[in-house]
């Protein structure tokens, strides 16, 4: 049974949740859920990466898959009428209400639930036939809804439930009086949600106008967590990081380390690889049943393993004490996920140490990390497989051989003017550059799906 089951959302959600690999709320879905289902208002101060979507998503859906019939078919008393939504999520971006718009029907898909998205810069006329017949959940941006709504397109009369995300997006993207315009057209009765990262003043003063004596949850990490980890970041070449990891678990003073990888793959092979080595260790993502994440997690809370490997998404939800280490064998992409790894150390005042490895190809990322928590990473140069390459960044990364047979790091050091070099390579050498690191930007924000 999925941890989700306590919540009591419908069977049809569950399958969705269980299909899509969710087995473990992360905590911004633990709080939230059971809030809303009670109908309660809310304030939410999150970010992106959090989980947030199905923390409202879930709720919503929820609540508009009651009230059916036998066949998924909407009740009379709640069937939509023409041109109206029963739910409308305004959100800064298109690619944002577009990714919103697929969490609705990635966990409603064994609801009958209809949906339409409503952005600019494109035409408007498949927008309004979306519109027509009315619709249960409506993702927009708040420009292309005015007009809409202005041409009578779009009704907002019978709404239930109104969803303001990324609030201090919208507004520094100057979208107030938009925001303010269709707040006023909201029907008094419905359920209200704010979601922001920050709360500066006028985001305060626009939720007391909005919210009805709201829930507050808050899940991103108090800075204070930061300014206590012992940050390093270790710079080093991919095909090194394994050995790295092997000197580190053996020489540090390691009591209990999470280490975390971006991908379940990359998890299972480095567990693998330190169990070759007699280093004890278990791996925990989305791909491993509900039963086996819960023996790794109690062997790990027990001691018998003092290596847990683990993705951000499995890690989340998962409270261990006495965590010592957390090293970051991949930087994630997203800041915010740094924030949130080396938190699972220095919980309950306790000092910890976080240890990251980083790349080439991962440089932008550390880049991020501290423009974030608008602070430098230590660099620890002393250790074996100190990679000057990685330190300088992608710009520098060696040329991989075509036929992949080439590993990064044996490659030696291009010269610039070298006389093995002939000058009319030097575009293919370009080219190669950029193929190497292709990868990073790949891997960019809102890259490749969490695991
Ligand atoms: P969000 O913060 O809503 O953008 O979600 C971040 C990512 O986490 C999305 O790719 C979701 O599909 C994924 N996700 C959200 N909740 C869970 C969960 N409980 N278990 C696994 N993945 C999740």
Same mark, same amino acid.
């Given at each position: ?8 959302l ?13 087995f ?58 023409p ?7 305004l ?11 697929a ?30 017949r009315?619709?249960?959940?409506? /993702? ?6 005015? %007009?809409?709504? #202005?041409? +009578? !397109?779009? =009704?907002?009369?019978? &709404? ?27 029907p ?10 920050t709360?500066p ?27 206590? /980890? ?6 080093? %070449?991919?095909? #090194?990081? +394994? !050995?790295? =990891?092997?000197?580190? &678990?053996?020489?540090?003073e390691?009591h209990?380390?999470?280490v ?14 330190l ?14 049943s ?17 290596v ?71 660099v ?51 080219a ?19 695991q």
């Amino acid at each position: 049974m999925s941890d989700f089951a306590k919540f009591n959302l419908l069977a049809p959600l569950q399958t969705a949740l269980t299909e899509a690999g969710y087995f473990l709320p992360t905590p911004i879905q633990e709080q939230t859920i059971p809030l809303l289902m009670a109908g309660r208002d809310l304030l939410g101060i999150a970010q992106t990466g959090t989980g947030k979507t199905a923390a409202f998503a879930l709720p919503i859906l929820d609540r508009l898959g009651r009230h059916r019939d036998r066949l998924g078919h909407p009740a009379n008393r709640h069937k939509t009428a023409p041109r109206t939504t029963r739910v409308l999520i305004l959100t800064p971006t298109r690619e944002l209400a577009s990714q919103i718009d697929a969490s609705f029907a990635k966990y409603g898909r064994h609801l009958r639930i209809s949906r339409a998205v409503v952005y600019g810069g494109v035409g408007q006329q498949p927008q309004v036939r979306a519109m027509e017949r009315g619709v249960d959940v409506l /993702v927009a941006t708040p420009g292309r809804l005015l %007009d809409l709504i #202005n041409q +009578r !397109h779009i =009704l907002l009369d019978k &709404l239930e439930v109104f969803v303001l995300d990324e609030a201090d997006r919208m507004l520094d993207m100057g979208f107030i009086h938009d925001i303010r315009r269709i707040i006023a057209l909201l029907p008094e009765e419905r359920q209200t949600l704010l979601f922001s990262a920050t709360m500066p003043k006028d985001i305060s003063s626009l939720a007391e106008g909005l919210l009805r004596s709201p829930a507050r949850v808050e899940v991103s990490p108090p800075s204070s967590t930061v300014d206590r /980890v012992d940050q390093k970041v270790l710079f080093v %070449d991919k095909p #090194n990081k +394994r !050995h790295l =990891l092997h000197s580190i &678990l053996l020489q540090e003073e390691v009591h209990r380390a999470l280490v975390f990888t971006r991908t379940k793959h990359g998890a299972d092979k480095v567990t693998v690889d330190l169990e070759n080595h007699n280093i004890r260790a278990v791996a925990i993502h989305g791909n491993k049943s509900q039963g086996a994440r819960e023996k790794a997690l109690s062997d790990f809370r027990a001691g018998h393993v003092r290596v847990l490997v683990a993705t951000d998404i499995a890690a989340r939800g998962i409270d261990v004490a006495g965590i010592t280490h957390v090293i970051n064998y991949d930087l994630p992409n997203e800041p915010e996920s740094y924030v949130h790894r080396i938190g699972r150390t220095a919980r309950a005042n306790t000092d910890g140490i976080a240890i990251s490895f980083c790349d080439a190809d991962e440089r932008p990322f550390l880049r991020d990390i501290e423009r974030l928590t608008r602070r430098e990473v230590a660099v620890d140069l002393d250790h074996l497989y100190h990679s000057e390459q990685a330190a300088k960044g992608p710009g520098s990364a060696p040329i991989k051989k075509p036929n992949g047979g080439g590993r990064g790091n044996a490659q030696p050091p291009r010269r610039g003017g070298g006389n093995a070099v002939a000058p009319p390579k030097q575009g293919r050498a370009a080219a190669a550059t950029r193929r190497f690191s292709a990868p990073a930007a790949r891997l960019s924000r809102g890259g490749g799906s969490m695991q």
